[in-house]
């Protein structure tokens, strides 16, 4: 498996914070917008794990 160069995980994983929290803003119902909000966050963890 390829490593992502540290610059490009640190630019995912700003976009992911930043999407995170615009679909939020323009969701209303509340469940969804956790559900995204969750799975956005298990997205950026899983990117900040991976780094050393």
Not at 10 to 28: D, E, M, P, S
């Amino acid at each position: 498996m390829s490593k992502v160069p540290e610059g490009r995980r640190n630019v995912a994983a700003v976009v992911c914070i930043v999407a995170g929290l615009v679909i939020g803003l323009f969701i209303k119902r509340v469940p969804i917008g956790l559900l995204i909000g969750i799975v956005l966050g298990v997205l950026v963890s899983g990117l900040m794990t991976g780094r050393k």
